[in-house]
């Protein structure tokens, strides 16, 4: 009888793990895409992620070739979605960096980055 409850509680304790594990908002893909090369520096960098944000405790940072920060610093979160906009940064390897706090109150961070120019 042991040996059957066991095995009956197997696929309730993956479908528990499985719950958890995708309990974080993780980057699903971004604008410029991760790793892209662009003719010119792009006005926005938008990101978006597999669960809604809160907006505020989700930001992004981009600096340029430099190091120096090229975003205005407001950014916007609508849904899964954020974006800032940026200023004018010249030619180079830009780095973007993100936290996001998810509604359901997990952060999660990353950054990647993108070049401009020919």
């Known amino acids: 009888m042991r040996g059957t409850t066991f095995v009956g509680l197997i696929p309730l304790l993956l479908l528990l793990v499985t719950v958890e594990a995708s309990a974080h908002a993780f980057l699903d893909h971004a604008e410029p895409r991760v790793g892209n090369k662009v003719d010119a520096a792009p006005r926005e960098v938008t990101l978006w992620f597999t669960q809604k944000l809160e907006p505020a405790f ?55 980055t993108f070049q401009v120019g020919p």
């Open 58 to 112: 989700s930001t992004i940072i981009v600096t340029n070739a430099a190091g120096q920060r090229v975003d205005t610093g407001k950014t916007r979160v609508s849904g899964n979605q954020m974006a800032v906009s940026l200023r004018a940064g010249g030619a180079g390897t830009y780095r973007v960096t993100w936290r996001v706090l998810s509604v359901d109150t997990h952060t999660t961070d990353g950054n990647f």
